[in-house]
């Protein structure tokens, strides 16, 4: 095992002291985090949202704002205001809350679609606009969105451009029965997050970014990638299947989940285990299918099982 994989393993394990018995997701949400990519985790209260994402700051020693997302949140909260100085008799910037390493939007359909936008310019490009001044965002950046699947009175749908700015959809679940007894029994006296120390860096993470670039991905896999997302695009079941950015998000988190893996190359399972996380929030499906009761998970497996999977030999994945 290389460093670099070292690295991924610990930042796991210690979000694993925090979060118990969900180690998929965790999984998804780091591998997103290398990806350069952002997370929106749809889940019921209570699970663990919120304290996966602080256990993931505090691992890599990053800096971690949560913003709750309400009606009366303003863009200009998240993105910053210019207030003009009467000392000097000019304008300056005042950092809005989105202005740190790691963000917790949490409950992000509670707000207006008009602050839902303010979001879109930096979760695309890494920065944010202020009265025509552009301010970059510190790396690593991620946004990291929680949202309750269940319960819609006085939350506005996300708009589609902005489910497809994120890179990966993830829920954590119910415990089973014992993990949830471990949990009582690890908690009775105090929150294992107000103990959690960092067992990675910032650079590391950055570092393992460029890394995941290098893993190979040969051609008849990227074909396949191709394959897999032109087709919700056809199904008969979805109006709007997934965008290119869809298939560049599913190639990333392919080699990362490979790199993950130590390996150097792509291999189709590495594919196959992205597909669901990474596509199914880009489905929209039509009236009647939801009344089937028909989910965008199944659309995707039925997608991925009449595909052919393309068999690369070991010396075409080096």
Do not use: C
């Given at each position: ?27 998804l949400a780091v591998i997103s985090m290398i990806c350069n990519g952002h997370v929106l985790i749809e ?12 256990a993931l700051a505090k691992s890599i020693n990053a800096s971690f704002r949560r913003i709750q997302f ?249």
């Open positions: 095992m290389n460093d670099s994989v070292r690295i991924l393993k610990n930042i796991i394990g210690n979000v694993e002291n925090v979060i118990v018995g969900k180690r998929y997701a965790i999984e889940d019921v209260p209570g699970v663990g949202k919120t304290s996966l994402v602080s309400t009606p009366d949140v303003l863009p200009s909260d998240i993105t910053g205001f210019s207030m003009y100085n009467q000392k000097n008799s000019e304008f300056e910037y005042r950092p809005g809350a989105i202005m740190s390493q790691i963000i917790l939007a949490d409950e992000i359909n509670r707000t207006s679609p008009k602050t839902q936008a303010s979001l879109l310019e930096v979760m695309e490009e890494y920065q944010v606009t202020v009265d025509g001044v552009t301010y970059k965002m510190p790396r690593p950046f991620m946004i990291l969105a929680t949202q309750n699947p269940v319960e819609y009175l006085g939350t506005y749908p996300l708009p589609e451009a902005q489910i497809d700015r994120f890179f990966m959809k993830i829920s954590i679940g119910y415990p089973t029965n014992s993990e949830e007894s471990y949990i009582l029994s690890k908690f009775q006296f105090s929150n294992p997050l107000d103990k959690l120390l960092p067992v990675a860096e910032s650079s590391d993470i950055i570092a393992l970014q460029e890394e995941i670039k290098n893993v190979h991905m040969d051609g008849t896999l990227a074909n396949y990638i191709v394959d897999i997302v032109s087709q919700t695009r056809k199904h008969q079941d979805v109006i709007l299947g997934s965008s290119p950015r869809g298939s560049l998000s599913l190639f990333r988190a392919s080699q990362a989940w490979a790199y993950y893996n130590e390996r150097d190359y792509v291999l189709p399972d590495d594919i196959k285990k992205m597909v669901i996380p990474v596509l199914s929030h880009r489905l929209m499906l039509k009236q009647e299918t939801k009344l089937k009761k028909i989910n965008p998970e199944e659309i995707l497996n039925s997608i991925v099982g009449r595909i052919n999977v393309p068999v690369v030999s070991q010396h075409e994945t080096k």
